[in-house]
């Protein structure tokens, strides 16, 4: 099969709209990162995705709507705050569970009563969702545990001449996936952390908690238990620029071409040795990690990770990812 990468100008829409219809799996740009988007309704369509990614099967998908798309097709009731954080946040990097009404496929919630619902805010997505006007189950455009896609030739790597199309937005501006809101209890839950921080839901919604996953228990999200994100290369993470730079050397001398990626603050301290900029900022940083982690993947024979000093806003999320690619250990 040949992969084509394509805007939403031209005759890609209908040729998507087709696509979708016929059961086949396209990518297209989000906000976030690039998703593998399928027919949420069809059984075999949603299967085509999990297969394609490798992804386990009790890992379940998020379901893309365009903005005016009534969700109450889709979903058993939503409490007040849920509405309030739809009026607040959406279209926009925050994912939503509900109670489900089982309409779309069983496969979508691996067997779940929930529904994890998104309206992103990328024009590309919207256009997308729009033509086909259904609901469309999407993962990240990745191979299972394979760092997240930000670019077309992201998902072009993992993808090419297994899907037919790769909706091109451009590069994400977020750069990290969607916050995961847990609303179907009383107060909204965080079950992954995003764009869309603690701080700023319970802005609006009054509270917010933060899931933990207690030892031993099954977790909410089901997806937060598996290694992620992982580059290809061998990895390090550690605390210090310093500690950072004693393995860089230890690995130049051993022959090896290392990288070493930090915020921008301990750039300077590293002179001389190849680094990637993260940034200095959260929102930088989201912004960036995945593409330097795929860059650096392939230009490194050990990546090494400093941890940034930067906190609040969104580098909750950003630290999630970071450790979750690193193992977070040395
Ligand atoms: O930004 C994003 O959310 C991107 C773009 C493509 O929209 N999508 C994305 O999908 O990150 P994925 O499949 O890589 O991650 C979905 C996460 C997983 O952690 C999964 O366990 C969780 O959402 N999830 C999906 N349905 C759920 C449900 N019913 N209850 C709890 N967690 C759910
Ligand atoms: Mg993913």
Known sequence: MQTEILGTDGGSLVAAKRYIEAGEVVAFHTETVYGLGANAFSDDAVRRIFALKGRPADNPLIVHVHRDYDISKLIDGEPAYAAALRKAFLPGPLTMVYPSRGKVSKYVSCGLDTLAVRVPSSPTAQAFLRAVDLPIAAPSANLSKHVSPVTAQHVFEDFNGKIPLILDGGPCSGGIESTVLDCTGGVPQILREGLVTREMVASVAGECLLYKRKEGEKPKSPGMAYKH???????????????????????????????????????????????????????????????????????????IAVEPKEQGGVMAGVMNRLKRAFGGSI
């Open 229 to 303: 994100y992982s580059p290809y290369c061998r990895t390090a993470y550690c605390r210090s620029a310093e500690e950072a730079a004693a393995l860089y050397d230890a690995e130049q001398a051993a022959g090896g071409a290392p990288a070493i990626l930090c915020e921008s603050g301990a750039v300077g301290i590293l002179e001389g040795r190849n680094t990637l900029d993260l940034g200095a900022n959260g929102e930088e940083m989201a912004q960036r990690l995945y593409a330097l982690l795929r860059r650096g993947e392939k230009s490194a024979t050990l990546l």
